[in-house]
């Protein structure tokens, strides 16, 4: 099993030129008891959560996928995120509210928010996605967009 491991971990070395270490899905960011979580990912899996990501490489990921859950709220809100590329300039941003059909006295909100790399790819560095309950920030996300020449620069010393 450790050969196993280890092979894995070489070929994923070796493939991105940089090793990502996966992370468990969490809410690391998030200033309010109401967010369950909040993360970044590389892929929307099928089942089950994926693992998290703070760092994507533009030369090899199609996408960073965002994913939260928000609640319990005990009143009917507005979840909207702002994605900011290096520099504080917006990229893009979204507004969910609980489905119509939900009823109190305490209202969820989830969602799965996926950002193109061929739009993110110019825009090397430090990225971050705010996400506020109606006009409140409740967190902000960070992460890395860079390849495996510039992942150094951007990487914070342990």
């Known amino acids: 099993m ?3 491991v280890l092979a894995t971990l070489a070929c994923g070395c070796a493939g991105a030129d940089y090793y990502r270490l ?3 899905p969490g809410a690391d960011g998030s200033i309010a008891n109401e967010v369950d979580y909040a993360f970044f990912s590389m892929v929307k899996p099928r089942f089950g959560p994926p693992s998290a990501y703070t760092e994507f490489n533009p030369d090899i990921d199609d996408e960073v996928v965002f994913f ?3 609640g319990p709220v005990g009143r009917s809100f507005v979840l909207r995120g702002t994605l900011y590329r290096p520099g504080g300039v917006e990229h893009t ?6 489905h ?3 009823r109190g006295p305490a209202w969820w909100v989830g969602t799965v928010e996926t950002f193109p790399m ?6 090397v560095g430090r990225w971050k ?3 506020f309950l109606d006009d409140t920030l409740i967190g902000s996300y960070p992460f890395i967009l860079a390849d495996k020449t510039r992942i150094q620069e951007f ?4």
């Open 129 to 131: 996605l705010d996400l």
């Open 22 to 24: 996966p992370q468990r």
């Open 2 to 4: 450790l050969v196993g």
């Open 100 to 102: 119509p059909a939900s």
């Open 68 to 70: 939260t859950r928000v």
């Open 118 to 123: 061929a739009e993110m790819r110019p825009f």
């Open 93 to 98: 941003s979204f507004t969910r509210t609980p």
């Open 155 to 158: 990487r914070r010393p342990r």
